[in-house]
């Protein structure tokens, strides 16, 4: 979830009101976002830099605020402060207009074929009349690098420009040319760089380095110009100086390049729907027409509202209340989605509701009744249990045996279900045979390479992990495992298994035996004969990862179901065990 830091006083002055801490959590919980820490500018770089330096009491607070990754809205002072007075009554729902431009004063952005091999997608628009101070031009510029982490998935979908519109003349290109032919100085320079130089140039830079992949190998670069030839921005690695927006900037050109065009219009709705309320004319956006040269064309921003029907009985079933008509127009309108009442195909009681160009993340029935859920509270919605939902047996039994370990004085553990080959097979003394282990196809890491084939090796890292804790350690874990399964549509097929260990300064073999033991009574299951296949028996077993002739299998109605013994001496050297180890493993689905 992506986290916005803004200043509690410039966010409070926006609100209109002042809030005391927990006055604001409760406001950020009714809303469905998260005040996840509070903070000083001052204290983030100490902290970065490792200082160990007193706070003063003159430093400005910071609110870092956790919003939901799809609501793109949240991502700025303005975007925020906006929503939350319109939730908590103070205004109205904006409505967002595109200015009165006769056609020959609407500016172009004229689109080469050539660019469909690299970034095939620009739209553009402009702010006019913005007035600029410090911080609402700080936040201008952390929306955009937050969209470019978020949506724009660091520039490889949607890349944004902006630029001061005072300094450049339409109508503008956006073209395709070998990076030998691009010369501009870029932001921040003062030289003059041909494209090719400034891929080698920006491969120190911590920020853009990171972006270059991008278009580097390719045998074009994508360029936008002005009508004087002078290049507005390398997207999606850098503007140029020249038309750099400043603090007396007071008209700006937007424009975003994409490999994905829906995401490029919700990129540039952000920018402007929350930005346009600085603008002269407020929440008004002058459009721009982007031509391209097979003679289509398109007029953006597209700021027009979305109108969706939905059901008064979806909504009140989805959530499990009963709502009144009124008040669920009551409530979308406090999330700034306007509705009013219809009468629905089917003859029903609903509404047609209309989502503004702010709220992208608004695309079916679902997202409108959440937004109700959200705006009634959740805390006022009865815990009910759907009748129809009942847990799987296995889920049960899984239950049951863990309450039972427990009661035992072992200690419940998650271990990740991913690992390495190394921990799943080497360090066991095992062997791969390549034909067990769930492989994972470009693993990030050697980490995360297979899907463990056993619970055994979690529970012997987190023992290594906290060898220094008071003896005995006493864990244990009941999750799946995945084994390959040719049988099986996807290939392979999941176990859900236990396992348990005991780790003291003597091997504890009989604790161990005891909770099999144990286990088996409460299962039900009587210690028998071998030939007798209506409860369990023991059996001497030579598995690699336990001491020889300290291990057995169990063996359940004539199948064997798991193993336990002492663990090998190897195998703690390479967990960095010091003192002996005990394990059992069992396959829980063999009791069904």
């Known amino acids: 979830m992506p986290t916005v830091s803004v200043g509690r006083d410039r966010l409070h002055e926006a609100l209109g009101q002042v809030y005391s801490q927990e006055e604001f959590e409760e406001l950020c919980f009714q809303f469905g976002i998260e005040l996840d820490d509070v903070t000083t500018e001052k204290a983030i770089i100490r902290k970065e830099k490792h200082l160990d330096v007193e706070a003063s009491e003159d430093e400005e607070v910071i609110y870092k605020i956790e919003v939901p990754a799809n609501r793109y809205d949240l991502l700025c002072l303005e975007g925020l402060s906006q929503a939350l007075r319109v939730f908590i009554g103070k205004d109205e729902i904006p409505t ?164 994905d065009f829906t995401k490029a219009k919700i990129v540039l709705n952000t920018m402007v729907t929350a930005f346009s309320v600085y603008c002269k004319n407020k929440f008004e956006v002058e459009p721009v027409k982007v031509v391209y040269s097979d003679g289509r064309s398109y007029v953006c921003p597209d700021l027009s509202v979305y109108d969706m029907d939905v059901s008064l009985s979806y909504i009140n079933g989805a959530i499990g209340v009963s709502l009144e008509a009124d008040q669920v127009i009551n409530l979308l309108n406090k999330m700034q989605l306007s509705a009013k009442h219809s009468t629905l195909k089917d003859g029903s009681c609903g509404f047609s509701v209309s989502v503004p160009p702010t709220r992208s993340d608004v695309i079916h029935a679902c997202d409108v009744m959440e937004d109700v859920a959200i705006a009634y509270g959740f805390n006022e919605i009865p815990t009910r249990i759907p009748a129809s939902l009942k847990p799987l047996p296995l889920n049960e039994l899984s239950d049951l045996i863990a309450l039972e370990i427990a009661m035992e004085g072992y200690t419940q553990v998650l271990t990740f279900i991913l690992g390495s080959r190394k921990e799943n097979f080497s360090m066991l003394n095992r062997e791969n045979d390549q034909s067990t282990a769930v492989k994972i196809d ?65 091997s504890g073999f009989e604790a161990i035996h005891g909770l099999v033991d144990r286990i088996m009574e409460k299962i039900g299951a009587p210690f028998v004969l071998p030939e007798d296949e209506s409860g369990y028996y023991l059996k001497l077993s030579n598995d690699s990862e336990f001491l020889p002739g300290r291990q057995a299998s169990v063996i359940y109605k004539g199948k064997p179901i798991g193993k336990f013994g002492i663990v090998h001496p190897e195998v703690l050297n390479n967990f960095k065990i010091p003192d002996p180890c005990t394990l059992v493993e069992l396959d829980v689905g063999s009791f069904l």
Request: include cysteine; proline fraction near 6%; hydrophobic fraction near 35%.
């Open 442 to 506: 470009n693993p990030r890491s050697a980490d995360v390479e297979i899907v463990r084939t056993s619970l055994i090796p979690g529970l012997l890292k987190t023992t290594g992990h906290h060898k220094d804790q008071p003896k005995p350690i006493k864990i244990f874990e009941i999750g799946d495992i995945a084994l390959l399964d040719e049988e099986k549509d996807v290939g392979a097929r999941n176990h859900r298994r236990l396992a348990a260990l005991y780790c003291n300064s003597h």
């Open 96 to 259: 967002y207009s595109l200015a009165n431009v006769n056609k020959d004063s609407l500016i172009q952005m004229h689109v080469k074929q050539e660019t469909s091999c690299i970034r095939p997608f620009v739209v553009c628009a402009v702010l006019r009349g913005l007035t600029f101070n410090q911080t609402n031009y700080n936040s201008f510029i952390d929306l955009q690098d937050r969209l470019h982490q978020n949506i724009c998935r660091r520039r490889t979908l949607v890349a944004i420009g902006t630029h001061d519109l005072d300094t450049i003349k339409g109508p503008f290109s956006y073209e395709a040319l070998p990076p030998k032919d691009i010369k501009f100085v870029p932001l921040k320079q003062e030289k003059e760089f041909r494209a090719d130089e400034l891929m080698e140039f920006y491969k120190s830079d911590l920020k853009l380095n990171k972006f270059l992949h991008i278009i580097e190998n390719s045998p074009v670069f994508p360029v936008i110009y002005d009508c004087k030839r002078t290049v507005l921005s390398l997207p999606p690695i850098i503007n140029g100086a020249h038309s750099a927006i400043t603090l007396d900037t007071k008209n700006v050109f937007i424009e975003c390049t994409a490999t």
